[in-house]
């Protein structure tokens, strides 16, 4: 279902349009998708899944055209930063897009030889457009993790297999209260793959924290260490226990001295 922003995606889900959202959280090369962690807290929704997808960027024309002939190359801005090292090196004229398939479908329509779209390899079988070059994007390893979003909690058993538990909290107004409150995952031997800070409402001494934690909220360890967490900070909020996905385990990079 084609939604013009993260918003709207959200709210398709919320009034029950849409079963689920896939929202892409980071990237291996841009690091943190803007104002996802702004709309997550208060979207009411729960995230019940991850997925990481390798991301590989084709340059897309119409049937015929050249490299040669090119002059600009139109795509969403994160994917024309990924190809950055690309798109210098040939000095194309970057068109920012809404999103890849949309960039397509811009080429496609227009039937002009000198413009081009950065985008999949599936975008170029539905728009009828030729790939000129293939896997384009600078980082072998450039890949997007999304989550899943649900209206309602789907929380595995505990002992069921890996997990993540993500939330967000904002911790008190104190000297050192963020050491303290993460003392508690320390201690408990709880490992937090994630840890963001991000201002709220324009306010500079107002901050919310984004964390993923590896473990189960029923997990004696965890629990221990979110009750600390708790005691530290003005909110703490689980935004979803889920399973983890097989690809945490396969980027994993090996503990120094392994």
Do not use: W
């Not at 029923?218 to 399973?243: H, M, N, Q, W």
């Amino acid at each position: 279902m084609a939604c013009r922003g993260f918003e709207d995606a959200f709210a398709a889900v919320t009034n029950n349009q849409a079963h689920l959202a896939m929202i892409p959280v980071e990237n291996s090369v841009m690091g943190r998708i803007a104002d996802i962690h702004h709309i997550l807290p208060e979207s009411g929704l729960h995230i019940v899944g991850e997925h990481f997808q390798r991301v590989n960027h084709h340059l897309l024309a119409v049937r015929g055209a050249t490299i040669e002939d090119l002059k600009s190359v139109e795509s969403q801005l994160p994917a024309l930063s990924q190809c950055r090292n690309f798109l210098q090196e040939h000095g194309f004229e970057q068109i920012s897009s809404g999103d890849t398939a949309g960039a397509a479908k811009d080429v496609a329509e227009r039937g002009d030889p000198t413009m081009a779209a950065i985008a999949s390899s599936l975008a170029a079988t539905i728009y009828g457009l030729e790939i000129l070059a293939s896997n384009i994007e600078d980082a072998e390893h450039n890949t997007t993790r999304f989550i899943i979003m649900s209206q309602e909690a789907l929380i595995p058993d505990y002992g069921g297999g890996a997990v993540v538990t993500s939330l967000v909290f904002r911790v008190r107004n104190v000297p050192a209260a963020l050491y303290k409150a993460m003392g508690g995952f320390a201690t408990n031997g709880v490992n937090m793959t994630k840890l963001e800070s991000y201002m709220l409402g324009g306010h500079f001494t107002a901050t919310q924290f984004y964390a993923d934690v590896e473990g189960h909220p029923e997990d004696p360890a965890v629990k221990l260490a979110l009750e600390e967490l708790g005691f530290y900070s003005r909110e703490v909020k689980i935004l979803g226990t889920y399973p983890a996905h097989p690809y945490r385990l396969e980027a994993a990079p090996p503990d120094e001295g392994d």
